[in-house]
């Protein structure tokens, strides 16, 4: 069994705001990137008419997701000038902070039931 959390949220782009959206994101990817070395994988992919995006990340362990939350949480006013979270999922065993933390998005939890992990 793995302490790693691995999301999947999906954010809806505000007509017009793909460019805004796009290079609001780098930002987000550069802090993330400086300042998380326990956050494994932080990629947004968006589809080909840009109007949806799904954030995968995959954390370490609750902390690390917590430290990635205090990191980037102050930006969350910015990003939903230009998104609007449509769907979260969560994958794994968050602990109970990082499960408070998250509750006010609405967020679905998967535990883990079986697998393969490397």
Known sequence: MTSRIVTDFQLSIKEGKLEDFKAFINLMIEVTDI?????????????????????????KDSEAFMAHLENVS???????????????K?????????????????????DNFNGVTR
């Open 35 to 59: 300042n998380e070395p326990d956050t494994l994988v932080y990629e947004w992919y968006i589809n080909e008419d840009g109007s949806e995006c799904h954030l995968i990340e995959n954390f």
């Open 74 to 88: 102050h930006m969350f006013d910015t990003l939903f000038q230009f998104s609007t979270m449509t769907r979260a």
């Open 90 to 110: 969560i994958y794994g065993r968050p602990s109970d902070e990082l499960k408070q933390s998250l509750d006010p998005l609405g967020v679905e939890y998967f």
